[in-house]
T-cell receptor
C-alpha cells in the first residue's frame, strides 16, 4: 500500500528566509511524487513532480524538491519565502505502473510572516 | 496547461435531496477521473476512480449507492450525492490525469446540507 507522511502540521517562516516542507513516502516499486498547493476554498494547484531522472526537481513559483531514494523523502524547498506562499501544501505519491490514483499526505500549512 | 472545470463551486441543499456535481476536462481527454473528499483541515480522501464507459471503482467505506459516479464521455464525470444528509457536507474535488502523469484538479465544490 502507498502512504505519505508530512510530519509537520504547520511551518512558520519569516519572509525572505528559506523554507522546507517535509515529506516521506512508502510505495512498492518506483514512485511518482508530487507537490500540490491549496489556497482557501480552492482546488489543488500543481507545483512539481518527480517521475524519473534528476533527483532535484524545479517547479512553479521558485519551488524545488529533492528526491532521496535512500531516505524515501521528497522535501519541498524554496530559497526565499514570500508572504504569498502562505497556503496548504500536499505531498502525494503513486506507483509508477498502472492507472493508480494519488495518495496524499495530510497537508502542511505554511505561514510566511512579513 | 490543462484545465479541469468543476461545477457548481458552492451548493446548499435541504436534507434528503440529491445534488449533482460536474467535472469537465476542458482541453484534454481524460479516460480516468478521480473524486476526492476533503474534510476541514484534513487531507484529501479518495472516494472513487471514475472510468469512461465503465463502472466506477469505489474505495473501501464509500457507499456507491449514495455517491453515484457517471463518466459518460472522455471529458465529463459527474458525482451525485443522493439523499444528502448534513454529514455529507464537505468539499468535493475532482481530478483528471493528463498525458504527463500529473493530476489536474478542479476548483472544488463545497456542499452544505441543511
Amino acid at each position: 500500500a502507498q502512504s505519505v507522511a508530512q510530519p509537520e502540521d504547520q511551518v512558520n517562516v519569516a519572509e525572505g528566509n528559506p523554507l522546507t516542507v517535509k515529506c516521506t513516502y512508502s510505495v512498492s516499486g518506483n514512485p511518482y511524487l508530487f507537490w500540490y498547493v491549496q489556497y482557501p476554498n480552492r482546488g489543488l494547484q500543481f507545483l512539481l513532480k518527480y517521475i524519473t531522472g534528476d533527483n532535484l526537481v524545479k517547479g512553479s513559483y521558485g519551488f524545488e524538491a529533492e528526491f532521496n531514494k535512500s531516505q524515501t523523502s521528497f522535501h519541498l524547498k524554496k530559497p526565499s519565502a514570500l508572504v504569498s506562499d502562505s497556503a496548504l501544501y500536499f505531498c502525494a505519491v503513486r506507483r509508477n505502473s498502472g492507472n493508480t490514483p494519488l495518495v496524499f499526505g495530510k497537508g502542511t500549512r505554511l505561514s510566511v510572516i512579513a | 496547461g490543462a484545465v479541469v472545470s468543476q461545477h457548481p463551486s458552492r451548493v446548499i441543499c435541504k436534507s434528503g435531496t440529491s445534488v449533482k456535481i460536474e467535472c469537465r476536462s476542458l482541453d484534454f481527454q481524460a479516460t480516468t477521473m478521480f473524486w476526492y473528499r476533503q474534510f476541514p483541515k484534513k487531507s484529501l480522501m479518495l472516494m472513487a476512480t471514475s472510468n469512461e464507459g465503465s463502472k466506477a471503482t469505489y474505495e473501501q467505506g464509500v457507499e456507491k449507492d449514495k455517491f453515484l459516479i457517471n463518466h459518460a464521455s472522455l471529458t465529463l464525470s459527474t458525482l451525485t450525492v443522493t439523499s444528502a444528509h448534513p454529514e455529507d457536507s464537505s468539499f468535493y474535488i475532482c481530478s483528471a490525469r493528463g498525458l504527463s502523469e500529473e493530476l489536474f484538479f478542479g476548483e472544488g465544490s463545497r456542499l452544505t446540507v441543511l
